[in-house]
T-cell receptor
Framework: KAGVTQTPRYLIKTRGQQVTLSCSPI?????VSWYQQTPGQGLQFLFE???????NKGNFPGRFSGRQFSNSRSEMNVSTLELGDSALYLC??????????????FGPGTRLTVT | AQSVAQPEDQVNVAEGNPLTVKCTYS??????LFWYVQYPNRGLQFLLK??????LVKGSYGFEAEFNKSQTSFHLKKPSALVSDSALYFC????????????FGPGTRLSVLP
């Protein structure tokens, strides 16, 4: 099976712009979770989608949003970018809701740099 | 609220020696516990999990972890370290209350010295 893919892998944006990141889960997986990884804050949960519905949300401002399509592919959007949004954004898929009984499979991440 | 602590930022061990990476957790319900490894410029890879049952869990690449409920710990171990085990290790917990998301520890950098 193909793994989790994320596009683009690298992105450079300027403050105030908006960005959309894409994640394609493993075939058959219905849950997609998004995480932000920074050296200072570590791995922080953004949100989780299951069957096109947001099921969980982390403690991030409303500038961070996402959606999931009927084929389980997911996108996350960050509007009005700030310098502090520079991070590695990781997507994880699992067969069940956030890997409740199973594990999550992570993509390679999208490295976002905001200048 | 859930939380995970990894008390050591860095662990150094000589190749061939046993290694331990520590993890303690706090949850309100029963814990689902996981270990992940991250190699440079890569996403996280699943190593092992504890859901229920035997307290000693065996996972990928010769790693194992022991669930200790009284000490709320889930330490990662390997009997003989390899240089290729050098990476960033994350412990994660999920409360068995449905709908609770994953909480990851801050990570421990393991360096295996030849």
């Amino acid at each position: 099976k193909a793994g989790v893919t994320q596009t683009p892998r690298y992105l450079i944006k300027t403050r105030g712009q908006q960005v959309t990141l894409s994640c394609s889960p493993i075939s058959g997986h219905r849950s997609v979770s998004w995480y932000q990884q920074t050296p200072g804050q570590g791995l922080q949960f953004l949100f989780e989608y299951f069957s096109e519905t947001q099921r969980n949300k982390g403690n991030f401002p409303g500038r961070f949003s996402g959606r999931q399509f009927s084929n389980s592919r997911s996108e996350m959007n960050v509007s009005t970018l700030e310098l502090g949004d520079s991070a590695l954004y990781l997507c994880a898929s699992s067969a069940s809701l956030a890997g409740a009984l199973g594990e999550q499979y992570f993509g390679p991440g999208t490295r976002l740099t905001v200048t | 609220a859930q939380s995970v602590a990894q008390p050591e930022d860095q662990v150094n061990v000589a190749e061939g020696n046993p290694l331990t990476v520590k993890c303690t957790y706090s949850v309100s319900g029963n814990p689902y516990l996981f270990w992940y490894v991250q190699y440079p410029n890569r996403g996280l890879q699943f190593l092992l999990k504890y859901i229920t049952g035997d307290n000693l869990v065996k996972g990928s690449y010769g790693f194992e972890a022991e669930f200790n409920k009284s000490q709320t710990s889930f330490h990662l171990k390997k009997p003989s370290a390899l240089v290729s085990d050098s990476a960033l290790y994350f412990c994660a917990v999920r409360d068995d209350n449905y709908g609770q998301n994953f909480v990851f520890g801050p990570g421990t950098r393991l360096s295996v010295l030849p």
